[in-house]
T-cell receptor, first 114, second 112 residues
Framework: NAGVTQTPKFQVLKTGQSMTLQCAQDMNHEYMSWYRQDPGMGLRLIHYSVGAGITDQGEVPNGYNVSRSTTEDFPLRLLSAAPSQTSVYFC?????????????FGPGTRLTVL | KNEVEQSPQNLTAQEGEFITINCSYSVGISALHWLQQHPGGGIVSLFMLSSGKKKHGRLIATINIQEKHSSLHITASHPRDSAVYICAAHLLSSGSARQLTFGSGTQLTVLP
């Protein structure tokens, strides 16, 4: 199993550009989520999904869109990048199986918006 | 005020020392995770617990639901334990039972 994969590892954007951060998992996990990590702050939830076709907003959803067309993939779209979106982004997944389970994290994407 | 708070923010220890990192939360939870973030940035899960105590090698995690407090202990610490340790809780007040609220992390440095 590859676990949770994210691409790209690093990205530099100019203000106003759009891009998609890719996330995929091969563990057939129902729950997938996107977080951002900023210095001095805990990880904050951007969007999450409890299964294919179902997404919902987290704590800091503004400026980001998600979709979940398959169980495996959960891309995060930045529609018009802003310097405030400079951060490290982590995708995570977990199984449900009737209860809470271990979280698996991707390696992260370091995004800089100029 | 963050609903999940960790202490200390930074901790420096000598190799071999016993280390304790604390996590407290302000509302009821269904479970709590301890995570380790390596210097390279990757995050791995150490423990998930909802009661009592769990042990894996030199790491021990405890939780007291009534006192809203959890601790992560490292026995016989080693420089390779140097990392950021993060607690994260499934708060009963969250929109979804599977949502996690994170502490801001504890930077541990173990000196040889």
């Amino acid at each position: 199993n590859a676990g949770v994969t994210q691409t790209p590892k690093f990205q530099v954007l100019k203000t106003g550009q759009s891009m998609t951060l890719q996330c995929a998992q091969d563990m057939n996990h129902e729950y997938m989520s996107w977080y951002r990590q900023d210095p001095g702050m805990g990880l904050r939830l951007i969007h999450y999904s409890v299964g294919a076709g179902i997404t919902d907003q987290g704590e800091v959803p503004n400026g980001y869109n998600v979709s979940r067309s398959t169980t495996e993939d959960f891309p995060l779209r930045l529609l018009s990048a802003a310097p405030s979106q400079t951060s490290v982004y982590f995708c995570a997944s977990s199984a449900w199986a009737g209860g809470l389970n271990e979280q698996f994290f991707g390696p992260g994407t370091r995004l800089t918006v100029l | 005020k963050n609903e999940v708070e960790q202490s200390p923010q930074n901790l420096t220890a000598q190799e071999g020392e016993f280390i304790t990192i604390n996590c407290s939360y302000s509302v009821g939870i269904s479970a709590l995770h301890w995570l380790q973030q390596h210097p390279g940035g990757g995050i791995v899960s150490l423990f998930m617990l909802s009661s009592g105590k769990k042990k894996h090698g030199r790491l021990i995690a405890t939780i007291n639901i009534q006192e809203k407090h959890s601790s992560l202990h490292i026995t016989a610490s080693h420089p390779r334990d140097s990392a950021v340790y993060i607690c994260a809780a499934h708060l009963l007040s969250s929109g979804s039972a599977r949502q996690l609220t994170f502490g801001s992390g504890t930077q541990l440095t173990v000196l040889p």
